[in-house]
T-cell receptor, first 108, second 112 residues
Framework: GQNIDQPTEMTATEGAIVQINCTYQ??????LFWYQQHAGEAPTFLSY????GLEEKGRFSSFLSRSKGYSYLLLKELQMKDSASYLC?????????FGKGTRLHILP | DSGVTQTPKHLITATGQRVTLRCSPRSGDLSVYWYQQSLDQGLQFLIQ???????AKGNILERFSAQQFPDLHSELNLSSLELGDSALYFC???????????FGSGTRLTVV
């Protein structure tokens, strides 16, 4: 996805914490999404940040710094079912632009 | 069930053929978006319709076209298919992009 950068792959251990970073270009910013996508399935909505700061939702939290063009998704108490791709995305011109996603592998 | 319905789930066809993918948006959503996801690529935006009108266009090939009907369902037509068109095609709907999308389960197209 244009103008959105996130690591291609990450590996973490079951029960641990992992942080997935995302940087984006700040022009015309209208908020930042995180989606989860299991292999071969549809993306599902995780979070949407418009203001700076951390938003917590159970085991998942998302952080945004608009001045730095930076966001991260924090996953705690990792479970095997968290093995998936995590997509950073932002709305632009009536559509959502997606990053290529970070494939997260969870080891037992 | 997300409320966005896509058919068919799987499609296998030969090069040079034409196929039609269908999407029914979630009740109340006026916008329909089509995305293509190839094996090593992210979600690539193809086209958006809002209440029957084309609103935004991405890197959609000339061989591809779409429309949205008065009942708000949408069809994506892919013609003169090539091997490289093999991908997952997702439809999503929303009220506005800032509300986030609800995705359908996708159509897996295999061109042989």
């Amino acid at each position: 996805g244009q103008n959105i950068d996130q690591p291609t792959e990450m590996t973490a251990t079951e029960g641990a914490i992992v942080q997935i970073n995302c940087t984006y270009q700040t022009s015309g910013f209208n908020g930042l999404f995180w989606y989860q996508q299991h292999a071969g399935e549809a993306p599902t909505f995780l979070s949407y940040n418009v203001l700076d700061g951390l938003e917590e939702k159970g085991r998942f939290s998302s952080f945004l710094s608009r001045s730095k063009g930076y966001s991260y998704l924090l996953l705690k108490e990792l479970q095997m079912k968290d093995s998936a791709s995590y997509l950073c995305a932002h709305p632009r011109d009536d559509k959502i632009i997606f990053g290529k996603g970070t494939r997260l592998h969870i080891l037992p | 069930d997300s409320g966005v319905t896509q058919t068919p789930k799987h499609l296998i066809t030969a090069t040079g053929q034409r196929v039609t993918l269908r999407c029914s948006p979630r009740s109340g959503d006026l916008s329909v978006y089509w995305y293509q996801q190839s094996l090593d690529q992210g979600l690539q935006f193809l086209i958006q319709y809002y209440n029957g009108e084309e609103r935004a266009k991405g890197n959609i090939l000339e061989r591809f076209s779409a429309q949205q009907f008065p009942d708000l369902h949408s069809e994506l037509n892919l013609s003169s298919l090539e091997l490289g068109d093999s991908a997952l095609y997702f439809c999503a709907s929303s009220v506005e992009a800032e509300d986030g999308y609800t995705f359908g389960s996708g159509t897996r197209l295999t061109v042989v």
